[in-house]
């Protein structure tokens, strides 16, 4: 069975930083592309960030480009999403996804997690 | 950015009805589209993919249609269990860019 389990959310003040950690199981996780994808409360669906398998294609959406880095540990499982100069506009829940393909283009998410939430407050 | 435009935003309906979601997206896409569905407290779920393919394990109630700028979701026969929110995607380019929802609620 895909699990895919986020960590890492909480209160944190603007301006401040965070790391999430996704920790995969059930798949082979170096075969597949990686992706963040946020939803603020009340509101849609927003991608963030996908890695390919093996890193070589990363892309972010404009509002998080040069304040998040997305990264991968095939070794590990795990998905990473390092996240600085937090503003107020990035508090979410944030969900890790598995793609269908191994190569981050076309984007099809199959497994999600259950998303962990980030409160960017002072 | 291609942006992607649902309609309706809302809509009610009754089991048992057909119902259509449509999405268009500001430039050509070929088929690079998804389908979510959302659940209230829950994360989504891929239902299409490619357009028209229909998701693992996802009942044959629920159509993918369309190409280039124009897609549609049809639920041929709605059932109690799908009434939620439902969103489009499109998969041609980052940033892959989401609709902004239809809520689908019960008459």
């Known amino acids: 069975e895909v699990q895919l389990v986020e960590s890492g959310g909480g209160l944190v003040q603007p301006g401040r930083s965070l790391r999430l950690s996704c920790a995969a199981s059930?798949?082979?996780?170096?075969?597949?592309?990686m992706h963040w994808v946020r939803q603020a409360p009340g509101k849609g669906l927003e991608w963030v960030s996908g890695?390919?398998?093996?890193?070589?294609?990363?892309g972010y959406a404009d509002s998080v480009k040069g304040r998040f880095t997305i990264s991968r540990d095939n070794a590990k499982n795990s998905l990473y999403l390092q996240m600085n100069s937090l503003r107020a506009e990035d508090t979410a829940l944030y969900y890790c996804a598995k793609d269908l393909s191994s190569a981050m283009i076309p984007l099809s998410l199959d497994f999600w997690g259950q998303g962990t939430l980030v409160t960017v407050s002072s | 950015d291609i942006q992607m435009t649902q309609s309706p935003s809302s809509l009610s309906a009754s089991v048992g009805d057909r119902v259509t979601i449509t999405c268009r997206a500001s430039?050509?896409?070929?088929?690079?589209f998804n389908w979510y569905q959302q659940k209230p407290g829950k994360a989504p779920k891929l239902l299409i993919y490619?357009?028209?393919s229909l998701q693992s394990g996802v009942p044959s109630r629920f159509i993918g249609s369309g190409s280039g700028t124009d897609f549609t979701l049809t639920i041929s026969s709605l059932q109690p269990e799908d009434f939620a929110t439902y969103y489009c995607?499109?998969?041609?380019?980052?940033?892959?860019?989401f609709g902004q929802g239809t809520n689908l609620e019960i008459k």
């Open positions: 430039q050509s896409i070929g088929s690079y």
């Open positions: 995607q499109q998969s041609y380019s980052t940033p892959y860019t």
């Open positions: 890695i390919s398998w093996n890193s070589g294609r990363i």
């Open positions: 059930g798949f082979t996780f170096a075969d597949y592309a």
């Open positions: 490619a357009a028209s």
